[in-house]
């Protein structure tokens, strides 16, 4: 009992004299040195509390990154990082490497330098690109290279104390292909880390910059490096490399990072580009946008078609110019002012991302479409809130009967012209690049006073 006491009495002891021993100091140097001015008093106190706050803040930063690059990786994968700082998820589509542990990138040749626990020095080659049975000729490969101790790794020029995300664009201008490739997959990724990310594009392109601007400055805090540009060793606490992808435009909730839906994605786009109308109550009339196309899958009778939508009470905006789509800033508070949108399948469609809840979007399928019409954009519509109808179109209306015959196959048998291996080419030839259409306006009014009824329905 007397030496449990002693232990306590000796403890006790021990704190009153670590906090009494700064004012000790203060009263030594009073008697026996030169006076401490006040405000010099008052610095070393204020001092050390800063340096406490920000080893306070790094072990919190840290701790921050660990937890959100752990929700990018699961089973053998998340043990693998916990035990040895790097793993990499590969499913189906995509590949997406992960690192917890001091970073360094080479940004002139793009290899990423990342301690070993292995015996052995290792090399993973990866082309930061979402959908990985798609990746564009042009994507150079990334080099990770997990170092052993004996190997000594370039010095750092520039540090950080974000984790950097690199990816690769491959842009090519088709709104689709950069909304379900590279958007999409950047916000499944980064978006957990809210904005504290610097991203790495690979193939930096000032246009792709451009259009997508509000999009990476709402996901990262930090200006976008161009490897080109940058040619310098920067190193970081962490990294990712590539895009993880769940399906066509679209969000998994389940999927990693997990807890994310097209909806969430919906209201980000609100912000990013403050976009006026959430949902279509707010909108006072019927206001329609036809995407009209000028080269393939085009409307032989575009004008009696926007006739008929006058004559049914629609205000008809018709989109033609390409400049006016890849301008994001404005197409997208374009489209976000109707209540309607209208197009021949193609990545125009894409744009109904920016509907506010519920519009409607009225898909024109023509043949040989169907299963990429619903796929690609009408399972998208309904995950955002949108309403779809499909205008189908009868083999009577395409231009492929004169081109090919009313009893061709082509026509009468679409899939099985997709079903032949080795034809998908020419089926693509056949439907995408042939096609083009004549509507019948008996049985497009139909479509449209279906989607009058419903928008008119919601604004009661």
Same mark, same amino acid.
């Given at each position: 009992?007397?030496?449990?006491?002693?232990?306590?009495?000796?403890?006790?002891?021990?704190?009153?004299?670590?906090?009494?021993?700064?004012?000790?100091?203060?009263?030594?140097?009073?008697?026996?040195?030169?006076?401490?001015?006040?405000?010099?008093?008052? =610095?070393?106190?204020?001092?050390?509390?800063?340096?406490? $706050?920000?080893?306070? $803040?790094?072990?919190?930063? =840290?701790?921050?990154?660990?937890?959100?690059?752990?929700?990018?990786?699961?089973?053998?994968?998340?043990?693998?990082?916990?035990?040895?700082? /790097?793993?990499?998820?590969?499913?189906?589509?995509?590949?997406?490497?992960?690192?917890?542990?001091?970073?360094?990138?080479?940004?002139?040749?793009?290899?990423?330098?990342?301690?070993?626990?292995?015996?052995?020095?290792?090399?993973?080659?990866? #082309?930061?690109?979402?959908?990985?049975?798609?990746?564009?000729?042009?994507?150079?490969?990334? *080099?990770?290279? =997990?170092?052993?101790?004996?190997?000594?790794?370039?010095?750092?020029?520039?540090?950080?104390?974000?984790?950097?995300?690199?990816?690769?664009? +491959?842009?090519?201008?088709?709104?689709? *292909?950069?909304?379900?490739?590279?958007?999409?997959?950047?916000?499944?990724?980064?978006?957990?880390?809210?904005?504290?990310?610097? /991203?790495?594009?690979?193939?930096?392109?000032?246009? /792709?910059?451009?259009?997508?601007?509000?999009?990476?400055?709402?996901?990262?805090?930090?200006?976008?490096?161009?490897?080109?540009?940058?040619?310098?060793?920067?190193?970081?606490?962490?990294?990712?490399?590539?895009? $993880?992808?769940?399906?066509?435009?679209?969000?998994?909730?389940?999927?990693?990072?997990?807890?994310?839906?097209?909806?969430?994605?919906?209201?980000?786009?609100?912000? +990013?580009?403050?976009?006026?109308?959430?949902?279509?109550?707010?909108?006072?009339?019927? #206001?329609?946008?036809?995407?009209?196309?000028?080269?393939? #899958?085009? /409307?032989?009778?575009?004008?009696?078609?926007?006739?008929?939508? $006058?004559?049914?009470?629609?205000?008809?905006?018709?989109?033609?110019?390409?400049?006016?789509?890849?301008?994001?800033?404005?197409?997208?508070?374009?489209?976000?002012?109707?209540?309607?949108?209208?197009?021949?399948?193609?990545?125009?469609?894409?744009?109904?991302?920016?509907?506010?809840?519920?519009?409607?979007?009225? =898909?024109?399928?023509?043949?040989?479409?169907?299963?990429?019409?619903?796929?690609?954009?009408?399972?998208?519509?309904?995950?955002?809130?949108?309403?779809?109808?499909?205008?189908?179109?009868?083999?009577?209306?395409?231009?492929?009967?004169?081109?090919?015959?009313?009893?061709?196959?082509?026509?009468?048998?679409?899939?099985?012209?997709?079903?032949?291996?080795?034809?998908?080419?020419?089926?693509?030839?056949?439907?995408?690049?042939?096609?083009?259409?004549?509507?019948?306006?008996?049985?497009? #009014?139909?479509?449209?006073?279906?989607?009058?009824?419903?928008?008119?329905?919601?604004?009661?």
């Amino acid at each position: 009992m007397e030496k449990e006491l002693k232990r306590h009495s000796f403890g006790a002891s021990s704190i009153i004299f670590l906090l009494a021993f700064p004012f000790l100091c203060v009263g030594l140097d009073f008697f026996w040195g030169n006076t401490i001015p006040f405000d010099r008093w008052v =610095q070393y106190f204020s001092s050390s509390e800063t340096s406490f $706050k920000a080893i306070n $803040k790094t072990h919190e930063d =840290q701790e921050f990154m660990n937890f959100h690059l752990a929700r990018l990786v699961r089973g053998d994968d998340l043990r693998n990082l916990e035990s040895t700082g /790097f793993a990499c998820d590969k499913s189906l589509h995509s590949i997406v490497c992960i690192s917890n542990q001091p970073t360094i990138i080479d940004t002139s040749n793009m290899t990423i330098y990342i301690p070993s626990y292995n015996s052995s020095q290792q090399e993973t080659i990866i #082309r930061p690109y979402a959908r990985q049975e798609d990746i564009p000729k042009v994507i150079s490969p990334v *080099h990770v290279i =997990q170092y052993k101790n004996t190997t000594e790794p370039p010095h750092c020029q520039y540090s950080h104390q974000i984790p950097a995300v690199i990816f690769s664009s +491959a842009s090519t201008g088709n709104v689709f *292909h950069e909304m379900n490739e590279i958007i999409i997959p950047l916000y499944i990724t980064t978006k957990h880390f809210q904005s504290r990310v610097l /991203f790495i594009l690979e193939d930096y392109k000032p246009s /792709f910059m451009n259009k997508y601007n509000k999009v990476l400055s709402r996901l990262s805090g930090y200006s976008v490096i161009n490897p080109a540009e940058n040619g310098s060793i920067l190193c970081f606490p962490g990294s990712i490399t590539g895009l $993880k992808y769940h399906n066509n435009l679209a969000l998994n909730s389940t999927g990693i990072p997990g807890g994310y839906s097209m909806q969430d994605f919906k209201h980000f786009l609100i912000q +990013a580009y403050s976009l006026k109308y959430t949902h279509i109550s707010e909108i006072s009339k019927p #206001r329609l946008m036809l995407l009209s196309r000028t080269n393939t #899958r085009r /409307f032989l009778n575009e004008d009696e078609m926007v006739s008929v939508m $006058k004559e049914l009470g629609f205000q008809v905006i018709i989109v033609r110019r390409s400049k006016v789509i890849s301008n994001l800033n404005i197409f997208s508070q374009m489209i976000n002012s109707c209540s309607v949108l209208v197009g021949a399948h193609g990545a125009g469609l894409t744009n109904e991302i920016f509907l506010p809840s519920g519009a409607v979007m009225v =898909q024109v399928e023509l043949l040989g479409t169907e299963w990429a019409s619903n796929t690609y954009y009408g399972d998208t519509a309904r995950a955002m809130g949108v309403n779809y109808l499909r205008y189908k179109i009868e083999p009577e209306e395409s231009s492929l009967v004169k081109l090919y015959g009313r009893n061709s196959s082509i026509v009468t048998n679409p899939g099985s012209l997709f079903y032949k291996v080795g034809n998908f080419r020419a089926a693509r030839t056949a439907y995408l690049d042939q096609q083009n259409v004549r509507i019948n306006l008996d049985r497009f #009014r139909e479509t449209l006073v279906q989607a009058l009824s419903i928008v008119t329905d919601l604004n009661r």
